[in-house]
Each structure stands twice: as C-alpha cells, then as structure tokens.
C-alpha cells in the first residue's frame, strides 16, 4: 500500500458536483478575477467572489460556507454580466446561502438571514416581483423588535418618503405576474 504523502493533491469536489446538479457549474472559471473586480460590496467582504469560486472547486466547505461573503453578496448580478464564461456568480452565491443554512451554519449576521428570509417571502407574496415596501416594512419590523433605533427609523422613513416621491418605489407593491401558481410551485420544489 503506498504512502498517501506520496499521492498528488486530489481537490475534493463536492460542492463543485452539487452546484452543477444545481445547474450552476462554475468548473469553466479561469480566474479571470473580473467578478470580484466589478463587485461593489468587496469592500465589506472576507474572501473575494473569485476566490469563493476556487474554494468551492477545490472542496472546501467549511471556508466556503463559513465566509461573510456569501451574506454580503447582494446578487446585483454584475459579477455574472461581467464573467467572460458565464457563469451565475450571483446564482451560485444563493445556492451557498441556503446550502448553509441547510446545514444548520452559523450566520455571521441573524439580521442578514432575515432580510434574505424577508425578501424572498416577499417576492413569493407578490408572485415573482419584489415588493421593496413589503419587504422594507418587515425588515424594519423585525429590527424594531430587537433594538428600537428611532433615529434610524425616522431616517429611513425619510428616505422612503422621497423614494416614493420620486416614484422610486410602489406603495402597494408592483403589479401582479401572471403565473402565480407557477412561482409557488418554484418555492415549493426550492423546499422554501
């Protein structure tokens, strides 16, 4: 039997295989780096998005899932518009965050699990569109709640005073797609 010192590295795939089951392969990233460069939160991040890629493809789990940087991620999406292989960096940052919370991880952040939690109840409410005012109303709630800040509140209704002046958000959430059946079996089949 040989000595395992001698054997070469074998990364450990796992979650490389479970994001492709996922449909959300990432073995085509050649580390371009353009998806951390483009990233507006690396400011406020652990590890990097492409560095999140490379640990997921070398089999490392507990790094991987244990970052803040699959929490800070806001999916905006322009790391995935930015990736010359198209890749779903911003999907597979999802895929992370429930995956983690499956496995029963330790959010750094409980009010970052809420919001998330929050926001997708709310595109669920209103069948595939996200009610910013629905959402914000809860989130506000739930902070409340746990620490009463009447400064911040009374900031925040301020700013949505002037969002809403500005048409910058519905007061009664936007309209409602067709195919709301549809969208619930999606929550469903996603075990939400």
Known sequence: M?????????????????????????????????????????????????HVIRLALLGQEEQVLGSETIWVCSACQTCTTRCPNGIDIAGVMDWLKEEAVKRGRTIPDAGVMAFHRFFLESILDAAGRVSETRLLRRYTLYKMRRNLNLTELRQNINLGWKLWKRRRVRLFGPPTLRGKAEIKEIFRQGEF
Do not use: W, Y
């Open 2 to 50: 040989e000595n395992p010192e001698n054997q070469p590295m074998r990364p450990q795939f796992f979650l490389a295989k479970q994001l492709t089951k996922a449909h959300l392969s990432v073995a085509s990233c050649f580390f371009c780096r353009k998806c951390s460069g483009g990233c507006p939160l690396t400011f406020a991040m652990d590890i990097l998005p492409h």
